[in-house]
């Protein structure tokens, strides 16, 4: 079965056939007791390896699952009780190996049961907090008032089901849709804002971590040192190896904390970026980072939580097109990234005892004042001029009304008038010089033909001259005598090849020319 999710995301799920009443409460009921007792053999089986790998350590099955009660319920974040004092300062490795065990769970049974709406999330949840629950404050209530360790049964009942729950919520919340119900009530910008914030809180742990590491490496030959004051037997080293690894989440806690400036402290030692007190420590390979006196260099890593803030504004410079709505997206991720690092802080220090060590403190309130600080005032800024901003839309200026007076009034109708009447003439001007134009090309028409008969005119009384020339010249013997006389001395001085037309030819020729061929020649 096909499923879309608020967020356009098309998720494949194979909805299986209705179950039972009873089958449900099966797959429920070994869900619950299955994260319980794989928790707890988890934690039995490391303490058998350490037992086993001791040098003067007894090993027996029955000591072994004894002990591994109270370790269950540290793996829970349940505070112990002893003669010398408390054990609040608790490991956070085994608690997110439970978590990640109880996530795995829920995220099973859901799928075997084919949940698919938020409500159906309710009976996994209940169940394996509840079982969680019971078996926690089962065991503070047999370890009684009086044995070596205690605990609180209402202490352990709660906070067994506090982590277990946040656990199955976990592994229920992509497969119920209560990810995409908890984004439906969240704008856009906000959503933004809790991305960035989930990303800048990252990136100050692993800061932290950084930092962390970098201590480690300058300072190796302590840590060695730390390790051969163990005894140097396998068993010891394993288990100081395994209680490092086990408070290394701890750890990072704390360099996140001195690089964000608040810093911490165990016992009368304070350490940090711009406060330095010198005071004795455990003999733990892990704390070989800690400075032994306050450099001038130190107080460089305060830029790095800058950096991060730049980044969350540089990030968040496209989450919306108003300067405004931009500056709430960072607010967002600032408050995100302190709210998670107060509650990260509050699980990672607590009381270690009654000695010299005590407490391990993590300023939780100063360190998510300033994680919010880092991440606001930068990242305001950066998102602020950084991303786009909406054109400015200007307002059409208002025509100014002009106020006229009377008089002003009869100048204006007067004008009017004016240009009405020119207007006017001007009309008529253009109709006078049209019918002129057209007066002057009749004229020039008729005037052509006149021109036309005036010339056939004179071409007739030129043609009639020139027969009545030729008729005299005929009967004029003297005038043949001197036109022979001419022609033979023409002929003498042109070229003899040559024969010129007579007069008579041309009279002839004259004669045929067309009048309109003529008509054509100027005059």
């Known amino acids: 079965m096909q499923q879309t999710t608020s967020h356009g995301v098309v998720t494949d799920s194979v909805r299986?056939?209705?179950?039972?009443?009873?089958?449900?409460?099966?797959?429920?009921?070994?869900?619950?007791?299955?994260?319980?007792?794989?928790?707890?053999?988890?934690?039995?089986?490391?303490?058998?390896?350490?037992?086993?790998?001791?040098?003067?350590a007894s090993f027996s099955t029955t000591g072994v699952l004894t002990a591994a009660a109270p370790g269950w319920l540290v793996a829970h974040h349940v505070p112990l009780r002893f003669d010398g004092g408390q054990l609040g300062l608790l490991p956070l490795l085994p608690t997110a190996l439970v978590m990640l065990l109880v996530y795995r769970a829920a995220a099973g049974a859901a799928d075997r049961l084919g949940l698919f709406e938020?409500?159906?999330?309710?009976?996994?949840?209940?169940?394996?907090?509840?079982?969680?629950?019971?078996?926690?404050?089962?065991?503070?209530?047999?370890?009684?008032?009086?044995?070596?360790?205690?605990?609180?049964?209402?202490?352990?009942?709660f906070g067994c089901a506090v982590v277990s729950g946040l656990a199955a919520v976990a592994g229920v919340a992509q497969r119920c849709g209560l990810v995409e119900v908890v984004f439906e009530r969240v704008d856009p910008v906000a959503r933004r804002g809790l991305r960035a914030g989930a990303l800048a809180l990252f990136a100050l742990v692993a800061g932290g971590a950084l930092v962390l590491a970098l201590g480690l490496l300058f300072s190796w030959s302590t840590t060695a040192s730390l390790f051969d004051q163990s005894g140097g037997t396998i068993g010891t080293g394993l288990g100081i190896w395994l209680l490092c690894l086990a408070y290394l989440p701890n750890a990072v806690v704390g360099a996140l904390s001195y690089v964000a400036g608040a810093g911490f402290s165990i016992g009368a030692a304070v350490v940090g970026p711009l406060e330095f007190v010198g005071g004795p420590v455990p003999p733990v390979p892990l704390l070989a980072a800690l400075p032994e006196a306050q450099a001038g260099y130190l107080p460089l890593v305060l830029v790095l939580p800058g950096v991060i803030g730049v980044a969350v504004g540089f990030s968040l410079r496209d989450a919306a097109e108003t300067p405004r709505a931009r500056v709430r997206a960072v607010l967002v991720s600032a408050v995100t990234a302190g709210v998670t690092a107060l509650v990260l802080a509050a699980v990672a220090g607590g009381t270690l005892g009654g000695g010299a060590f005590n407490p391990v403190t993590i300023p939780a309130g100063l360190l998510a004042v300033l994680t919010f600080g880092w991440v606001a005032v930068p990242g305001a800024v950066v998102a602020w001029f950084a991303g786009p901003r909406p054109p400015r839309v200007v307002l059409p200026e208002p025509e100014a009304e002009v106020v006229v007076d009377a008089e002003d009034e009869e100048d204006y109708d007067d004008e009017a008038e004016f240009d009405a009447e020119y207007a006017e003439d001007a009309e008529d001007a253009d109709e006078l010089e049209e019918e002129y134009d057209e007066e002057d090309e009749e004229d020039d028409g008729e005037e052509d033909d006149e021109e036309f008969d005036h010339d056939l005119d004179e071409y007739d009384d030129l043609d009639d001259e020139e027969l009545a020339e030729d008729d005299t010249d005929d009967s004029d013997p003297d005038r043949d005598r001197d036109d022979s006389e001419s022609d033979s001395d023409f002929d003498e001085d042109d070229d003899p090849d040559e024969d010129e037309p007579d007069e008579d030819d041309e009279g002839d020729e004259a004669d045929d020319v067309d009048p309109e061929d003529l008509a054509d020649k100027p005059r």
Do not use: W
Not at 131 to 152: C, K, N, W, Y
């Open 16 to 56: 299986p056939p209705e179950f039972s009443r009873a089958e449900r409460v099966r797959v429920l009921t070994m869900t619950a007791a299955g994260s319980v007792v794989v928790g707890y053999a988890g934690v039995a089986a490391l303490l058998a390896l350490i037992s086993s790998t001791a040098a003067h």
């Open 118 to 157: 938020p409500l159906q999330a309710r009976s996994v949840v209940f169940s394996i907090a509840g079982a969680h629950a019971v078996v926690g404050s089962v065991i503070a209530f047999l370890m009684g008032d009086e044995g070596p360790v205690r605990a609180t049964p209402a202490v352990a009942f």
